[in-house]
Nanobody, 116 residues
Framework: QVQLVESGGGLVQPGGSLRLSCAASGSISSINAMGWFRQAPGKQRELVATISRDGLTNYAASVKGRFTVSRDNARNTLTLQMNSLKPEDTAVYYC??????????WGQGTQVTVSS
């Protein structure tokens, strides 16, 4: 079992920045890839960014160049630096991890609101 807890969401003006963090606990050694997903009201959950255990990253086209995902395997943390935020980035952001046994775990989500 892996537990994920997100933090760092909030209200920010368009063009601003936020940094999300995700702390992992439990069976840490079983974690393979990690990532961030988001879900806006009335929309399906979508991928934002993923990062492999070796640090290979993948981004949704809508956030590429604005968001940066990183992980610290020693501290069991995942981070999403979000710059140049737009109103359409407003959503609940979820931390996710997949284990080497193909189990998937989710955090409880953190709200990000981009509005003037």
């Amino acid at each position: 079992q892996v537990q994920l807890v997100e933090s760092g969401g909030g209200l920010v003006q368009p063009g601003g920045s936020l940094r999300l963090s995700c702390a992992a606990s439990g069976s840490i050694s079983s974690i393979n890839a990690m990532g961030w997903f988001r879900q806006a009201p009335g929309k399906q959950r979508e991928l934002v960014a993923t990062i492999s255990r070796d640090g290979l990253t993948n981004y949704a086209a809508s956030v590429k160049g604005r968001f940066t995902v990183s992980r610290d395997n020693a501290r069991n943390t995942l981070t999403l630096q979000m710059n140049s935020l737009k109103p359409e980035d407003t959503a609940v952001y979820y931390c996710n991890c997949n284990t080497f046994r193909a189990n998937s775990y989710w955090g409880q989500g953190t709200q990000v609101t981009v509005s003037s």
